[in-house]
Nanobody, 126 residues
Framework: QVHLVESGGGLVQTGESLKLSCVASVPFTRSAMAWFRQPPGKEREFVAF????????GYTDSVKGRFAISKDSGKNAIYLQMNTLEPEDTAIYYC????????????????????WGHGTQVTVSS
């Protein structure tokens, strides 16, 4: 059974950076991986997406130019480099994997991702 484990969260100040990691416990076939987040008192929302075998990526508008998703197939991992963090970025961050093909216009839908990590807390103080 595949487990995704996130790490790298923490407490930072506005304008600082963090890099999140998500490592799979075993190699597995997947179409895409993504980062989602759940701010306090809000619904889970899409953050960033990457196809596993090609370089296609996508981001929610609020993080474009500040966050970058990357992958390392050799380490069975994806990463989220977060720069210029803002208090509005405070959330639990989850990584997720889809074993089925994700249409380009659908990658924001959490229902398409069937494997999830337990999350890592990111807190940005003002």
């Amino acid at each position: 059974q595949v487990h995704l484990v996130e790490s790298g969260g923490g407490l930072v100040q506005t304008g600082e950076s963090l890099k999140l990691s998500c490592v799979a416990s075993v190699p597995f076939t997947r179409s895409a991986m993504a980062w989602f987040r759940q701010p306090p008192g809000k619904e889970r929302e899409f953050v960033a997406f990457t196809r596993w075998t090609v370089g296609t990526t996508g981001y929610t508008d609020s993080v474009k130019g500040r966050f970058a998703i990357s992958k390392d197939s050799g380490k069975n991992a994806i990463y989220l480099q977060m720069n210029t963090l803002e208090p509005e970025d405070t959330a639990i961050y989850y990584c997720a994997a889809s074993v089925r093909y994700v249409m380009t216009n659908s990658y924001r839908d959490p229902a398409l991702y069937t494997i999830w990590g337990h999350g890592t807390q990111v807190t940005v103080s003002s």
